[in-house]
């Protein structure tokens, strides 16, 4: 009987150990499904617990805590690595649950990276446009953060209104003084396998070509000098773009000087100063010069000259209005054939020969037009008569005034040559 009651004793007993094994591998798997283990490329939110030089702890839940050290702990920008404090929630990027050392290995830089991708990626498909600044360039554009990624705007995105201030030929003349300003952006193309992000500045702004042209030619005024960029050249002129709106350099209004193309003195890109002289706000035309910003050399040369004078030309060519006579190397004026000879006459060529010199008088100047007027029948016109006494008195007096220091020098010769004697 006492032996029964033992058995019997021992079996229960085995029977409720059973039990508890059974009911603590429940708990145990009950517990480890709760437990969300770190998986590799998964992002998680985590606290750091302690920082060293060259080492982050964060603790990502999972009774565990990560790492960031090595390369993924220098790629923290040292002006966040500062900000970072213990106890601040961070993303993490699990690189690896468990490595050779048992430890979990974390990226702060690429979980935010990826969250990066994800901002942009939704941009893209929402066609929304981002708010940032600019903090960068290359020779090709601006380089804008989005979602803590780098993105590029190629000059070709970048609004009207940021393009029309562009001046000089390097990045670093077109782009440098950019940096800073505020800018809105939109998403165009991604390509993270290549870390690819294109941004855009026009399809964010609403401001079109025509807006942006009726809002400066509300901003000129005839008379302001401006800097451009030549964007295209044509027979009757050059297109010059002042402010995002371009304006038309006439044939005429480019150089001082004939030219028979703007090529011949522009080239496209190049960047120039230009006067408004004319708006057509109706039409929205802009009129601009390039040659009225410099002194017209044909000036200079006119003021050798006055009306009445007498020059000496040659005859470089014949016409059937007149002949045309050279003052000097660049001067040439024009003797009509009505101031040619006294008697009628059909042609030049019965009084003068090409390559011939002879005696004029001016009897015009148009510095408007650069036309000198010239007479060859007028030469002995007793109207200038006072203005040939005049002149011929000048002369006489400019030898006298040369001859003068000669004899000085000559007699003070021969007074030395006497000392000596």
Known sequence: MDNQDANLEQGNSFENNQQENNDMASLLDAASTEIEFPVQGEIRKGVIASMTPGQILVSVGAKSEGVISGKE????????????????????????PEDQNGNLVLSFVRAREEQGWKVVEDMLASKSSYHSSIIGFNKGGLIVPVGGLRGFVPASQIS???????????????WS???????????????????RLILSERQASSETRESV???????LNEGDVRTGRVTSLAE??????????????????????????????????????????????????????????????????AANFQVGQL????????????????????VEGLIHISEISEKRIEHPKEVLKEGETVTLRIIKIDPGNHRIGLSLRRVDSMAYADMDWQSLADEILSEDSEEKPAEKKAGKGKQDEAKAE
């Open 73 to 96: 702990y220098e790629l923290i920008p040292p002006a966040e690595l500062t900000e970072l404090k213990i106890g601040q929630e961070i993303p993490v990027y699990v690189i690896n």
């Open 160 to 174: 009207l209104g940021r393009r029309s201030d562009m001046t000089g030929d390097t990045p670093e003349q077109r």
């Open 177 to 195: 003084k950019m940096i800073g300003q505020e800018i809105d952006v939109c998403v165009i193309e991604i390509d993270r396998e290549r870390r």
């Open 213 to 219: 042209k009726e809002r400066v030619i509300d901003e």
């Open 236 to 301: 009757f002129g050059a297109f010059v773009n002042i402010n995002g709106a371009d304006g038309l350099v006439h044939l005429s209004e480019i150089s001082w000087d004939h030219i028979a193309h703007p090529s011949e003195a522009l080239k496209v890109g190049q960047e120039v100063k230009v006067k408004v002289i004319s708006i057509d706000r109706a039409k929205k035309r802009i009129g601009l010069s390039i040659r009225q910003l410099v002194s017209d050399p044909w000036d200079q040369k």
């Open 311 to 330: 020059v000496e030309g040659t005859i470089t060519r014949l016409t059937k209005f007149g002949a045309f006579a050279r003052l000097t190397d660049d």
